[in-house]
């Protein structure tokens, strides 16, 4: 992967952006719109359709208070391209590496 798609921006900045206005990350995602998003989106790619979403519900050490992510599970190893709005990521993630891009980081199990 040589940077994040198109795609990652279309969720990535109304996440931050709520987050960073109201103090507290959206519950899900559905509730970006329609005060940031006017519907949501999906990731643009066929085989990995749709955005994931959690978030931190009290754990403590936590590295972000969100996660926005698309799971590409590819033969046997289930990568992930994940967003965290603190964009501190670690050099290993669910026992993979970890490659930043744009804001981004690409985790190759």
Same mark, same amino acid.
Do not use: I, K
């Given at each position: 992967?040589?940077?994040?798609p198109?795609?990652?921006? &279309? ?5 931050a ?18 005060a ?10 066929l ?7 959690w ?7 936590a &590295?972000?208070?969100?996660?926005l992510h698309?799971?590409?599970?590819m033969?046997?190893?289930?990568n ?30």
């Amino acid at each position: 992967m040589r940077g994040v798609p198109r795609f990652a921006a &279309r969720l990535d900045r109304p996440l931050a952006e709520q987050g960073s206005q109201l103090g507290v990350n959206p519950p899900t995602l559905s509730a970006l719109v329609p005060a940031y998003l006017p519907a949501l989106p999906g990731t643009g790619m066929l085989g990995y359709p749709e955005f994931g979403y959690w978030v931190n519900s009290g754990v403590p050490n936590a &590295r972000s208070p969100c996660e926005l992510h698309v799971e590409m599970p590819m033969e046997l190893d289930m990568n992930l391209l994940v967003y965290w709005p603190s964009g501190l990521y670690p050099a290993r993630l669910n026992d993979g590496a970890v490659t930043a891009l744009d804001g981004w980081a690409y985790v190759r199990d």
